[in-house]
C-alpha cells in the first residue's frame, strides 16, 4: 500500500460514528474516527499501531464502504503528511502571557470546547484523557498548564510545525475579559 495514500469517511462511514450504526465497535470504529481525510496511511499505521494489523483493518474498513480513498483530484492529497517525530523546541508558546486576541463574544466554555475539538483533529481518541482535562479546568489559571501540556503531546506526536499551530489556535481563540 502507498504510505502517502489518504482516506476520508464515506457517508456510511460519517453515520456510523454519528449514530453508532452499522455494528461497528472496539478498534475498527477508534480507527474509523482516525480517517480524516488529511492523514496519510503511514500517519494512521502509526497512530494506530496498537490495533493489531491496521493495514488490513483499512481493507476492511474500505471494502465495507466505511472509508473511500481521497483522490488527487478532490485536492485533499497535494503532499504526504508531516513527519511524526520531529525535534523538540524549547518550550511552548506562553498563553499565560499572551495578549487575548478573541473577540469579545467568545466565552472561556469556546475556548475549551474549540481546543478539545483541535486536540480530537490532531491526536484522534488518543485525546480523550487530555480534552477531559480541559473540560475539567474553572479558570484561565487552571487551563493554562492543562493546554501547554497537551501542546507537548501534540508536539511528541505530530511534530514541532502542528504543535505551533495548535498552540496558535488556541491563543487566537481565547476570551477577551
Do not use: W
Request: hydrophobic share 45%.
Amino acid at each position: 500500500m502507498d504510505p502517502h495514500l489518504v482516506y476520508r469517511k464515506s457517508v456510511k462511514g460519517s453515520e456510523a460514528i454519528n449514530a453508532r450504526l452499522h455494528g461497528l465497535v472496539g478498534r475498527s470504529r477508534s480507527l474509523l474516527i482516525l480517517v480524516d481525510g488529511k492523514r496519510g496511511l503511514a500517519e494512521l499505521l502509526t497512530l494506530a499501531s496498537g490495533f493489531g494489523d491496521v493495514a488490513q483493518m483499512l481493507v476492511e474498513l474500505a471494502r465495507s464502504g466505511f472509508i473511500e480513498p481521497v483522490s488527487a483530484a478532490d485536492g485533499a492529497l497535494l503532499q504526504p503528511p508531516p513527519a511524526a517525530h520531529t525535534p523538540v523546541a524549547a518550550s511552548p508558546p506562553s498563553l499565560a502571557s499572551a495578549p487575548l486576541q478573541g473577540a469579545s463574544t467568545i466565552t472561556f466554555a469556546q475556548t475549551k470546547a474549540f481546543t478539545c475539538h483541535r486536540l480530537i483533529e490532531l491526536l484522534g481518541p488518543t485525546a480523550d484523557s487530555l480534552c477531559l482535562k480541559v473540560e475539567a479546568t474553572r479558570s484561565m489559571a487552571d487551563f493554562v498548564p492543562v493546554v501547554q501540556g497537551a501542546y507537548a503531546v501534540v508536539r511528541e506526536v505530530r511534530g514541532q510545525g502542528e504543535a505551533d499551530r495548535f498552540g496558535a489556535a488556541v491563543e487566537a481563540y481565547l476570551p477577551n475579559t
